[in-house]
């Protein structure tokens, strides 16, 4: 069975600009969550996707958004990079989202 | 709030050796799950090991195990016969059922020398 996967994996964007990241889960999985893993605050929320709805939101500005297509797969979007976006971006996919969580291999974004 | 505490920012073992990485979280919710995820050098994030508040037993992976003491809110994990791929850093998250997300402490970084 394939793992999380995520693309790209390395990106390197200028401030200003902005970004899509993306995450393919295990396949049957239909919960996908994003984190935002720096040095300085660890590992943070960012939102769960369900059947291709937001169903929880983390405290991060409206230029974070994502969504979630019909096969599950989901997207992240930044829009105005600033130089503190730069970070490890990772995304969990689970059967429901309350179970085993499974990590992919991160985007990661560096901002210059 | 959720809150998770790993107190040993850094371990070192010895190949071979038995080591516990200690984690203690604070929930007020009745349901919740808690796990262990090893994040080698590369960023990804390697789920270890899982245990349910409901669960009676402890977790058991392989040379993993949870040592899941519900009173004390603590969440230890073991790691038996230590090895050189051990090596990362080690998280214990806790999955909070009434916000519908994973709660990380700051980690603890393992070191397994020859």
């Known amino acids: 069975k394939a793992g999380v996967t995520q693309t790209p994996r390395y990106l390197i964007k200028t401030r200003g600009q902005q970004v899509t990241l993306s995450c393919s889960p295990i396949?049957?999985?239909?919960?996908v969550s994003w984190y935002q893993q720096t040095p300085g605050q660890g590992l943070q929320f960012l939102f769960e996707y369900f059947s291709e709805t937001q169903r929880n939101k983390g405290n991060f500005p409206g230029r974070f958004s994502g969504r979630q297509f019909s096969n599950s797969r989901s997207e992240m979007n930044v829009s105005t990079l600033e130089l503190g976006d730069s970070a490890l971006y990772l995304c969990?996919?689970?059967?429901?989202?309350?179970?085993?969580?499974?990590f992919g291999p991160g985007t990661r974004l560096t901002v210059t | 709030a959720q809150k998770i505490t790993q107190t040993q920012p850094g371990m070192f073992v010895q190949e071979k050796e038995a080591v516990t990485l200690d984690c203690t979280y604070d929930t007020s919710d009745q349901s919740y799950g808690l796990f262990w995820y090893k994040q080698p050098s590369s960023g990804e994030m390697i789920f270890l090991i899982y245990?349910?508040?409901?669960?009676?037993q402890n977790a058991t992976e392989g040379r993993y195990s949870l040592n899941f003491q519900k009173a004390r809110k603590s969440a230890n994990l073991v790691i038996s016969a230590s090895q050189l791929g051990d090596s990362a850093m080690y998280f214990c998250?806790?999955?909070?059922?009434?916000?519908?997300?994973?709660?990380f402490g700051r980690g603890t970084q393992l070191t397994v020398w020859p």
């Open positions: 969990a996919s689970s059967l429901m989202g309350n179970y085993e969580q499974y």
């Open positions: 998250p806790q999955w909070a059922s009434t916000l519908g997300r994973l709660y």
């Open positions: 396949s049957g999985h239909r919960s």
């Open positions: 245990q349910g508040s409901y669960d009676e």
